[in-house]
T-cell receptor, first 115, second 113 residues
Framework: GAGVSQSPSNKVTEKGKDVELRCDPI?????LYWYRQRLGQGLEFLIY????????KSGLPSDRFSAERTGESVSTLTIQRTQQEDSAVYLC?????????????FGEGSRLTVL | GENVEQHPSTLSVQEGDSAVIKCTYS??????FPWYKQELGKGPQLIID?????GEKKDQRIAVTLNKTAKHFSLHITETQPEDSAVYFC????????????FGKGTTLSVSS
């Protein structure tokens, strides 16, 4: 597609429910990142994919968080048993994956509110 | 791991004034330093970046300076305009393929006309 697409754009859920957030990266971009942005805060790195594998999961805050990527394309971030502190905007970004680190292209984010 | 500190957290200027945002980083291996601009409800967008073999880079009204010895880099915006109002993030990485960018906490810039 023309840009990074994320869905849903907004999600309100009750504490304890599971949520899935989806990211469609730019076509052909092999690297994909998930970041979390709490209100008024910076971007907190969660996980990085190169192709379908995740060489760096160091940012996942707990075992309630998991992510997968299939077909070197779509990625899904799953949060199980959501807590109020999970409320944030979850941003996905993709990168060509070629050469050294370069421009990340971000989606507009999925805003998660846990009541 | 890398830690990036950014200040100020908020900055208000009059239209036409200059704005300066400063960042420090902790990992001496970092050698790629981009700046992103985030408008309300949008994802961050790259506005300028600098790599460690360059001390300064300029693109029209925007410039970035890098001091590797002191481990700090700065964003300079001259002749500010109301449309420059946004949140600005600095970031750093060691420039290895696919290494995650580590971001600062952001600076909210407000330009009043």
């Amino acid at each position: 597609g023309a840009g990074v697409s994320q869905s849903p754009s907004n999600k309100v859920t009750e504490k304890g429910k599971d949520v899935e957030l989806r990211c469609d990266p730019i076509s052909g971009h092999t690297a994909l990142y998930w970041y979390r942005q709490r209100l008024g805060q910076g971007l907190e790195f969660l996980i990085y994919f190169q192709g379908n594998s995740a060489p760096d999961k160091s940012g996942l805050p707990s075992d309630r968080f998991s992510a997968e990527r299939t077909g070197e394309s779509v990625s899904t971030l799953t949060i199980q048993r959501t807590q109020q502190e999970d409320s944030a905007v979850y941003l996905c970004a993709s990168f060509t994956g070629l050469g050294n680190t370069g421009e990340l292209f971000f989606g507009e984010g999925s805003r998660l509110t846990v009541l | 791991g890398e830690n990036v500190e950014q200040h100020p957290s908020t900055l208000s200027v009059q239209e036409g004034d200059s704005a300066v945002i400063k960042c420090t980083y902790s990992d001496s291996a970092s050698n790629y330093f981009p700046w992103y601009k985030q408008e309300l409800g949008k994802g961050p967008q790259l506005i300028i970046d600098i790599r460690s073999n360059v001390g300064e880079k300029k693109d029209q009204r925007i410039a970035v300076t890098l001091n590797k010895t002191a481990k700090h880099f700065s964003l300079h915006i001259t002749e500010t305009q109301p449309e420059d109002s946004a949140v600005y993030f600095c970031a750093a990485s060691d420039n290895q393929a696919g290494t995650a960018l580590i971001f600062g906490k952001g600076t909210t810039l407000s330009v009043s006309s």
